[in-house]
């Protein structure tokens, strides 16, 4: 056998062959998580801006979702939790035009509905837990409303079905 020769034996190369294919469907397994987690956070932050716009529109007093006949005012706004969507809904004296936020395809609001009412002075209602989940992943965060309107996520746990 020849000491010199600098090759590599077939060992070594299937070796390093099934280590890269393990490293590389490991990674495609986190990349996919990771996505998914990436979806959920997007949604709850969607949510939020949501109850956030009904909030500021309701103490404003902003008028620009009703029809202009006769003078529109609004007696606060709405925004409506259904199983895979949110509406935004004012309290116009004439027809109102709500505002549909769909959600992404695997993620679902875990309450089966839920309106939260805004009014011109404030939040009306207590603390409120709005669990929104990943079907996919199987994952939870929330979105709590205080008792000043005050909107804040976090993770949580899924509640049982």
């Known amino acids: 056998m020849d000491k010199n020769n600098k090759s590599y034996t077939l060992i070594e190369i299937l070796i390093v062959t099934a280590i890269t294919l393990l490293l590389s469907g490991m990674s495609l397994v986190m990349m996919g998580s990771y996505k998914d987690d990436r979806l959920l956070n997007s949604q709850v932050n969607k949510f939020s801006k949501a109850l956030e716009f009904a909030r500021d ?58 309106a939260i009412q805004f009014d011109s002075q404030r939040y009306q209602g207590n603390t409120i837990i709005i669990p929104i989940k990943n079907t996919t992943t199987n994952r939870c965060k929330s979105v709590t409303i205080d008792e000043t309107g005050l909107v804040t996520n976090a993770d949580s746990i899924c509640p049982a079905p």
């Open 57 to 114: 529109k309701a103490m404003a007093g902003d008028t620009g979702l009703c029809s202009a006949n006769p003078t529109p005012y609004v007696n606060g706004y709405s925004v409506v939790v259904n199983p895979t969507e949110i509406q935004l809904i004012p309290g116009c004296n004439t027809s109102p035009s709500p505002v549909v936020y769909p959600l992404e395809r695997g993620i679902i609001f875990v309450t089966p509905s839920l």
